[in-house]
C-alpha cells in the first residue's frame, strides 16, 4: 500500500515571500501521479498541481512549481510570492496509474483502484501580512 | 464549471442515530469517493464507486455503508452512528477518462459536512 508522509503540520510565510511545503511518499509502483491540493477555511478543496511520475520535468503552474524527486520519493511544493489568499491546508496526494478500460467495466477491484487517491496529513500554511 | 454539492454544511446527531449523508454531482461523472478529514490525519476514503449499483470498500469502511442508486448521487449511511465517527466528511467525484486513466482524472471535491455525533 501506498503512504503520503507531511513531516510539517504547520508553516509559515511573509507575504512576497516564497515558501516550500514538503512531502514524501512510499511506493512499489513505477508509474503514478502526485498532487497538491488547498483547502481554504471555506473548506473546499481545490487542485493546485499535478505531476506525472513518467515526467522528468517538474510541473508549474504560475506561482506554484513542484521539486520532483522521483528516486527519493519527494514531492515539494514551492509558493513564490505568496499572498494572504494563499493560506489554507495544503494536501499531498499519491494516485496509482493503473491500467483502467472502458471494457472492463463491472471488474470492481481493477477498474476502481485507478482513480483512488493516498493523502498526506495535511500542513497548514499561513501567511503573515 | 464541476458542481459537487452535500446537503449539509453542519449535522449534529445523537449516538445511536442512523445518519444519511448525500452527495450529488453535475457532471455526469463515474467515480464518486467519500472521504473523512481528521486533524493529523488527513483525509481517508471510506467507500468509493465507479457505476450506479457499484462499490469498492476505501481504507476505513467499518461503520458505513453507502448507496449509488443513480449516477449522480451518492450517499453516506452510518447505520448507528457513533461519537468516534465525529469528523469532517468530504465527497469527491471523477471522470474516467475514455481509456486510461490518466492525470487529467481529477477529483473535484464538494465543500463537506462536519457532523458532530453527541
Known amino acids: 500500500a501506498q503512504t503520503v508522509t507531511q513531516s510539517q503540520p504547520e508553516m509559515s510565510v511573509q507575504e512576497a515571500e516564497t515558501v516550500t511545503l514538503s512531502c514524501t511518499y512510499d511506493?512499489?509502483?513505477?508509474?503514478?501521479?502526485l498532487f497538491w491540493y488547498k483547502q481554504p477555511p471555506s473548506r473546499q478543496m481545490i487542485l493546485v498541481i499535478r505531476q506525472e511520475a513518467y515526467k522528468q520535468q517538474n510541473a508549474t503552474e504560475n506561482r506554484f512549481s513542484v521539486n520532483f524527486q522521483k528516486a527519493a520519493k519527494s514531492f515539494s511544493l514551492k509558493i513564490s510570492d505568496s499572498q494572504l489568499g494563499d493560506a489554507a491546508m495544503y494536501f499531498c496526494?499519491?494516485?496509482?496509474?493503473?491500467?483502467?478500460?472502458?471494457?472492463?467495466w463491472g471488474i470492481g477491484n481493477l477498474y476502481g483502484s485507478g482513480s483512488r487517491l493516498t493523502f498526506g496529513e495535511g500542513t497548514q500554511l499561513t501567511v503573515n501580512p | 464549471d464541476v458542481k459537487v454539492t452535500q446537503s449539509s454544511r453542519y449535522l449534529v446527531k445523537r449516538t445511536g442515530e442512523k445518519v444519511f449523508l448525500e452527495c450529488v454531482q453535475d457532471?455526469?461523472?463515474?467515480?464518486m469517493f467519500w472521504y473523512r478529514q481528521d486533524p493529523g490525519l488527513g483525509l481517508r476514503l471510506i467507500y468509493f464507486?465507479?457505476?450506479?449499483?457499484?462499490?469498492e470498500k476505501g481504507d476505513i469502511p467499518e461503520g458505513y455503508s453507502v448507496s449509488r442508486e443513480k449516477k449522480e448521487r451518492f450517499s453516506l449511511i452510518l447505520e448507528s452512528a457513533s461519537t468516534n465517527q465525529t469528523s469532517m466528511y468530504l465527497c469527491?467525484?471523477?471522470?474516467?477518462?475514455?481509456?486510461?486513466?490518466?492525470?487529467?482524472?481529477?477529483?473535484?471535491f464538494g465543500p463537506g459536512t462536519r457532523l458532530t455525533v453527541l
Open positions: 511506493t512499489s509502483e513505477s508509474d503514478y501521479y
Open positions: 457532471m455526469d461523472h463515474e467515480n
Open positions: 469527491a467525484s471523477s471522470l474516467i477518462p475514455p481509456e486510461r486513466a490518466t492525470s487529467t482524472d481529477t477529483q473535484y
Open positions: 496526494a499519491y494516485r496509482s496509474e493503473r491500467f483502467v478500460l472502458r471494457g472492463y
Open positions: 464507486s465507479y457505476d450506479v449499483k457499484m462499490k
